[in-house]
């Protein structure tokens, strides 16, 4: 008689068939690659930090008060902290970083967020006109309002230096607190970032349920208290959204305070690297452990019950505030004028300035003598000759200000491809695994560079490529600016995998079709608009990105660090040139784009 | 929560040596390097003999060079052009970059400590970082040419050690229109000054210029000045010279007019307008609007001013140019040239460094310019009729009076970068001057 002994399966058996098991799914083996992947692309970078803050750095403080020339020593967290300089070197800087960050959160949430809800609550007339031209400063490089702001407003008299505008044509002159120093820097931000807070709170106004409003008007609740109780309470999410992204980009800032003379913790790490390179590093874990609060108060906000609770359903009957038959085009013209003044003055003082003689000679507008104007910026085609250009050829031939601007396409285009693949293939093995732990730190290590200040990052990328050979070359850049904008991607992904039913892929695997064939036939068709939006939004953000880059290579590799080094140098010709190349640039890329797939950055807003 | 912590301890570890990879512990025996050895020998050659060396080193590659001057890649262009005469199949490249801020000393260092090397040589200022950083952990590497050492008029103690390119001059200037003078370099520290000048912490090199006021050399030529002024101003400097007089001692300085050095650093740092780089410092000055106004720029950008109605060169004086001037009338600064310990091409590097330190065409692109004297004068282009028009002497302020009036005491006065001095007293004067910005800064 046979007998049959069933064997119990040995240990190793078993964890072999639980791993066999566990990768056998595709979302599995791509958040265990892109965990290891994004581990160390995202960690690496910070232990190198860490470790130069500890490390003695040949002709530096910390060489000169140890008596050593390499080793390990914890001076520079000592003298820093409380050495003779920390209230210059730390507490200040500390103390503008933050006041900048918050007065920029204010000022870019209640202009954008004003204007959200006039172009989605109201019967304000331009609308679509408006709609566009708000989100220009957003698209521009940070520190172009800045020029803008000191070419208004300085003076001989207050800030020395020549005549802004303001001064010259009507003798205004603005106080010193209005032209350099904090103000202006908390204004220029917030213009930057208004867009970004009119785009997420913006979002919210169009899709929110107004019935909920209009119950409290049946109800005779006075229109104050309706604001209060009810409109923002819906529109908190956003706001909260946006101050988490926008204090950490503030934060981090470096040439907006650095042209409106407001001492940071960006511009002090960039002047003390000279002699106190490790407690320069100091600062920068200082602005990451900002960026680390940031995404805990994220996970806190986004995975309490309260938020988007209140914004899930979608009316058919927005109503619409009515202005008046004054108010509605008043109104209008206010903002027209106003973004005038920072989105279409810009552009045309960049044009202006490319046909001056010298920076800054408007003198064919005081004689009236167009003949003060010149081309030379332009078609200049050699420099053996003098021709008043500190020896650069004209723009059109300047073969430094065409390589900067393929190398920036060349970074833009990688960064775009990689975050945008990554950060899908996130948010599609995060959602397929929402439960899982291991989800929620992948998802948490794609998010936290985005929120660490973008100095911060540069600095850890600049320690750690240099130690592996790689700085000033693209890889380096490409891989900063990768790890930086994946969470655009991911976040974008991930929330429409969420919205995705996973019926529809079950359905699919039913049918035997492989993963790939899933993802390109299935998943992808169907959330085509954000995916490209994954992809469209780094490529963006890369293209005028100068803080994140200036620390990794040198000035002529990209056009960003070649446009602040002609503005530094004063070359203003070439730099708004370049600007100027690079918003049309930006603008035709965003038509393009939205042409082909209906994408675009306020769409659905009052765009389109 | 272990595996997590488990996981990001494994992590922190391989990072740490993926860092780490990249870095290699440099020999410390006496025994020379292999760039050391090449230098040796490079020394005892001509430039014809170093150009051959070049083109069989460096025949199908590419030399990687680094600079705080653009003008590196203009110099490289006319190097590989001179090699190709030689032979014509040479096809040897030299890739020029220019990194931003104070970023070339850190990555010079990083790829000495690398595994692979890029970096053969180097164009590199501020004397006081490249002593501490470069020179004093032999990093970089001085070479001399034979033919630059053999020339008239090089002066190896002062430009060899290490191998100056250029010396360039920063000098007073201030905008003539109005009734404001400047005759005296204390008068851009006196009461309601505020003279346009790049910010200490932007460049370094206006940082050793404020050490070198420190010297007992440039101390005496302040010390001078004050002499010179009338005694309301001298009533007016001399509190802020007894304040400082103490600070002398705690410093570590003991030179008997270091105290005239203190205060004229003290009231400067107290009195400057930071600007971004010398371009907007020279657009401004030279411009109708901006009446009275002084600062402290380099030399050479009044080349590159257009005229027209509002601006004109005329609106500037040198203020060192005027008869009557008393003090110091700017700074000098150096640019060096060096190998890298670690040069892949050492040969090239020596050839390239020979060609722009001992030729005409070498050191043209700088040399083309006002305001920046090659360390061998043979080489140097006369500038002193370049604001001449036609035969006729209309823009005098470009009319360059050359190098040795610069340096001198009856002439420019310039307050010269010593790179050893600066290294010695850097640290506890660096503070000592932070302190006074960030004082001006917080009461801003």
């Known amino acids: 008689m046979e007998q049959q002994i069933l064997q119990r399966p040995g240990k190793s058996r078993i964890f072999m068939n639980k791993v066999k098991t566990f990768l056998c799914k595709p979302q599995n083996v791509v958040l265990l690659v892109l965990g290891i992947i994004l581990s160390v692309t995202t960690i690496a970078p910070i232990v190198s930090i860490f470790a130069d803050t500890i490390s003695i750095h040949v002709g530096s403080v910390d060489a000169h008060l140890t008596g050593k020339t390499s080793g390990y020593t914890l001076v520079n967290w000592i003298d820093l902290f409380t050495g003779n300089l920390s209230r210059q070197n730390v507490w200040i800087p500390l103390g503008n970083t933050l006041l900048l960050a918050f007065f920029t959160c204010l000022g870019a949430i209640i202009y954008g967020g004003i204007f959200a809800y006039l172009v989605t609550r109201t019967n304000l007339k331009f609308k679509k006109y408006l709609s566009a031209i708000f989100i220009f400063p957003y698209i521009m490089p940070q520190w172009t309002l800045a020029v803008v702001w000191q070419n208004l407003f300085n003076s001989h008299g207050v800030t020395g230096g020549s005549d802004g505008l303001l001064a010259s044509l009507f003798r205004i002159t603005m106080p010193a607190w209005w032209c350099k120093g904090l103000f202006p820097s908390a204004v220029v931000l917030a213009l930057h970032y208004a867009p970004f807070a009119y785009i997420m709170i913006g979002g919210i106004f169009r899709n929110m349920d107004a019935n909920l409003e209009e119950a409290a008007v049946i109800l005779n609740t006075p229109k104050w208290r309706i604001f209060s109780k009810v409109t923002l309470p819906m529109i908190k999410p956003a706001i909260l959204s946006t101050i988490l992204l926008v204090f950490g980009s503030a934060m981090g800032s470096y040439p907006v305070p650095h042209y409106m003379n407001l001492t940071t913790l960006s511009t002090k790490y960039v002047s003390m690297n000279v002699n106190r390179a490790g407690e320069a590093s100091i600062l920068a874990i200082i602005m990451m452990v900002f960026g680390v609060v940031i995404l805990m108060m994220n996970q806190v906000t986004t995975s309490s019950r309260k938020s988007y609770t209140t914004v899930t359903g979608k009316s058919g009957q927005i109503s619409k505030v009515n202005l008046g038959r004054v108010g509605k085009y008043a109104i209008a013209a206010i903002f027209i004028i106003l973004t005038t003044f920072t989105s279409i003055y810009p552009i045309i003082s960049f044009a202006m300035e490319t046909f001056l003689p010298n920076p800054g000679d408007y003198s064919f507008l005081t004689s009236g003598n167009l003949s003060n104007l010149t081309l030379k910026w332009w078609i200049t085609s050699e420099n053996l000759t003098e021709n008043g250009m500190y020896g650069q050829l004209g723009i059109l031939f300047n073969s430094t200000i065409w390589n900067a601007f393929k190398g920036t396409l060349i970074v833009s285009i990688c960064c775009s491809l990689i975050a945008g693949t990554i950060g899908t293939l996130v948010g599609y093995s995060v959602s397929k695994n929402r439960r899982s732990k291991a989800a929620g730190y992948v998802n948490a290590i794609a998010f936290l560079p985005y929120l660490i200040p973008s100095l911060a990052v540069g600095v850890s990328f600049f320690i750690f490529g240099s130690a592996l050979g790689i700085y000033n070359t693209y890889l380096l850049i490409i891989l900063a600016g990768t790890v930086k904008y994946i969470p655009f991607a991911s976040r974008s992904a991930l929330n429409s995998m969420l919205q995705l039913s996973g019926e529809i892929e079950e359905a699919a695997i039913i049918q035997d079709i492989p993963w790939f064939k899933r993802m390109f036939k299935i998943i992808i068709p169907i959330q085509k608009s954000s995916i490209i939006s994954g992809y469209l939004l780094p490529f963006m953000t890369c293209l005028r990105e100068l803080t994140l880059?200036?620390?990794?290579?040198?000035?002529?590799?990209?056009?960003?660090?070649?446009?602040?080094?002609?503005?530094?140098?004063?070359?203003?010709?070439?730099?708004?040139?370049?600007?100027?190349?690079?918003?049309?640039?930006?603008?035709?890329?965003?038509?393009?784009?939205?042409?082909?797939?209906?994408?675009?950055?306020?769409?659905?807003?009052?765009?389109? | 929560m272990k595996k997590l912590v488990s996981l990001l301890l494994v992590l922190t570890m391989v990072s740490t040596m993926l860092a780490g990879c990249g870095t290699s512990q440099t020999s410390k025996s006496g025994e020379k390097s292999e760039a050391e050895k090449i230098i040796e020998q490079a020394e005892k050659m001509t430039l014809q003999e170093l150009y051959q060396k070049a083109i069989e080193e460096s025949k199908g590659k590419t030399m990687y060079g680094i600079g705080n001057s653009s003008r590196g890649a203009t110099a490289a262009t006319g190097f590989i052009e001179e090699l190709q005469k030689i032979d014509s199949s040479y096809n040897g490249t030299i890739e020029w970059s220019q990194p931003k801020n104070n970023s070339i000393f850190t990555l010079l260092n990083a790829d000495i400590t690398s595994s692979s090397h890029t970096y053969s040589m180097t164009l590199i200022q501020d004397g006081n970082q490249i002593q501490s950083k470069m020179l004093d952990t032999g990093n970089l590497l001085n070479f001399i040419p034979k033919e630059w050492k053999e020339a008239n008029g090089v002066n190896e103690k002062e430009n060899g050690h290490p191998l100056a390119l250029q010396?360039?001059?920063?000098?007073?200037?201030?905008?003539?229109?109005?009734?404001?003078?400047?005759?005296?370099?204390?008068?851009?520290?006196?009461?309601?000054?505020?003279?346009?000048?790049?910010?200490v912490d932007s460049e370094p090199v206006g940082k050793n210029f404020l050490y070198m006021l420190t010297n007992d050399k440039y101390a005496t030529y302040l010390k001078k000045a004050f002499d010179a002024l009338d005694s309301t101003k001298q009533a007016y400097f001399q509190t802020t010279i007894d304040e400082v007089a103490e600070d002398g001692k705690s410093l570590g300085l003991s030179g008997d007019n270091t105290k005239y050095g203190l205060a004229w650093i003290k009231l400067w740092c107290e009195k400057y307008n930071e600007q971004t780089d010398d371009g907007p410092i020279c657009n401004e000055?030279?411009?109708?609007?901006?009446?009275?106004?002084?600062?402290?720029?380099?030399?050479?950008?009044?080349?590159?001013?257009?005229?027209?109605?509002?601006?004109?060169?005329?609106?500037?004086?040198?203020?060192?140019?005027?008869?009557?001037?008393?003090?110091?009338?700017?700074?000098?600064?150096?640019h060096y040239l060096q190998l890298v310990k670690t040069a892949p091409l050492p040969w090239t590097a020596c050839a390239f460094i020979a060609y722009m330190v001992t030729t005409e065409e070498g050191f043209y692109a700088w040399g083309k310019d006002m305001g920046g004297y090659s360390a061998n004068p043979n080489i140097n282009q006369d500038h002193s009729q370049d604001g001449f028009v036609d035969g006729v002497d209309t823009y005098s302020a470009k009319n360059d009076r050359g190098y040795d009036w610069w340096v001198s005491e009856d002439g420019g006065a310039l307050v010269v970068e010593d790179p050893k001095y600066c290294s010695e007293v850097s640290f506890n004067m660096s503070d000592w001057i932070d302190v006074i910005i960030g004082n001006k800064a917080t009461a801003e």
């Open chain 1, 549 to 608: 880059f200036m620390l990794l290579c040198s000035q002529n590799k990209i056009v960003t660090t070649l446009l602040d080094y002609f503005d530094e140098m004063g070359l203003y010709a070439f730099s708004s040139g370049i600007n100027l190349i690079l918003i049309i640039f930006i603008i035709i890329c965003n038509g393009l784009i939205n042409k082909v797939t209906g994408a675009s950055l306020d769409k659905g807003i009052g765009g389109n």
């Open chain 2, 285 to 334: 000055l030279v411009t109708t609007s901006a009446v009275g106004e002084s600062g402290l720029l380099v030399y050479s950008k009044l080349r590159s001013v257009e005229e027209s109605e509002t601006v004109s060169v005329n609106n500037v004086t040198v203020a060192a140019y005027q008869d009557e001037y008393a003090g110091i009338g700017g700074y000098a600064y150096k």
């Open chain 2, 167 to 199: 010396t360039l001059n920063k000098v007073f200037m201030f905008n003539n229109l109005g009734n404001k003078n400047y005759t005296n370099c204390w008068d851009f520290v006196y009461e309601d000054a505020s003279p346009l000048f790049m910010g």
